[in-house]
């Protein structure tokens, strides 16, 4: 397969390319979505490091504790409108519209995650994914206790941090390779799936 676009500055790696246990993995993404995202093709040019970030990955966003699972898209979109990481916006905005059956939520949270009208507790998590996003420093124990106040437990307030932070460098790392979204995410959770 010859891509028009490049995937990546750095090349890519196609699935039958990939080590046994990746190919194994990563297919059965490939399987229940119909495509291999960019994401994996690009970083399986160096394997240990893709193993490594799907590990963190799926204990940070495959968890049923905590956060629910539109609440964790909702971090990762915020986070990346915020870092203006246009893969991970596109496509964590298309889990993020069918993880909530909404087809707009993502638009108008990754366009400006400071002002979007949202639940409380959305606005809690968004607002804490902003601050550890843009100037973690900054974090003091009165933003942990407004969004304990929101609802959040601590677990899920570290939910938020522990995603925020994996995405701070998925975003860095989606800039490096300038990573080009799929095509297929574009119209996920807008029209109905065939």
Do not use: Q
Not at 23 to 46: D, M
Not at 71 to 94: M, W
Not at 114 to 124: F, G, I, K, T
């Amino acid at each position: 397969m010859t891509d028009a676009v490049p995937v990546s500055r750095f090349g890519h790696v196609e699935l039958e390319d990939m080590p046994d246990d990746l190919r194994a993995r990563v297919g059965a993404i490939a399987e229940k979505s119909g495509f291999v995202p960019n994401v994996f093709r690009a970083l399986a040019r160096r394997p240990a490091e893709l193993r490594a970030f799907l590990d963190y990955h799926d204990a940070l966003m495959d968890s049923d504790d905590g956060l629910s699972k539109a609440e964790r898209e909702l971090v990762v979109v915020a986070t990346s409108g915020a870092n203006h990481c246009t893969y991970c916006i596109v496509a964590h905005g298309a889990i993020l519209r069918v993880r909530t059956k909404d087809p707009e939520i993502a638009d108008r949270v990754a366009s400006n995650p400071w002002a979007v009208e949202l639940s409380r507790r959305e606005r809690a998590i968004v607002d804490l994914a902003l601050l550890i996003a843009t100037d973690s420093a900054a974090l003091t124990e009165a933003e942990l206790d407004d969004a304990r106040a929101a609802g959040l437990t601590d677990e899920e307030i570290w939910d938020v941090g522990a995603i925020t932070a994996l995405f701070a460098m998925s975003n860095r790392l989606a800039h490096l390779t300038a990573l080009r979204p799929n095509p297929e995410f574009y119209l996920m959770g807008r029209l109905p799936r065939t």
